[in-house]
């Protein structure tokens, strides 16, 4: 089983920065990709980004070049640095690992950018 912890969310002011970390543990594989969502109100959970064990990153096209995945596998600690952060970035940004056909989730870290 794997759990995984989130920290670093938060209120920021529009244009400011924030960087979330997400914790993995239990049995973690060579080969896992992680990455992060976010869900805001009455909205579907949606990719932001996510990492291969090799550092292969995908963005979603509303995050580029605004959004940093990064991760450390010694660790098994992903990171999301967020700069010029926007009030629809608003939402609450939840953790993933995903080995094979096995996917986790952790229990999310509400992040609130204010205009």
């Known amino acids: 089983q794997v759990q995984l912890v989130e920290s670093g969310g938060g209120e920021v002011r529009a244009g400011g920065s924030l960087r979330l970390s997400c914790a993995a543990s239990?049995?973690?594989?060579?080969?896992?990709?992680m990455g992060w969502y976010r869900q805001a109100p009455g909205q579907q959970r949606d990719l932001v980004a996510t990492i291969s064990y090799g550092g292969s990153t995908n963005y979603a096209d509303s995050v580029k070049g605004r959004f940093t995945i990064s991760r450390d596998t010694a660790k098994n600690t992903v990171y999301l640095l967020m700069n010029s952060l926007k009030p629809d970035d608003t939402a609450v940004y939840y953790c993933n690992l995903r080995i094979g056909s096995l996917s986790f989730w952790g229990q999310g870290t509400q992040v609130t950018v204010s205009s």
């Open positions: 239990g049995s973690i594989f060579a080969g896992s990709v």
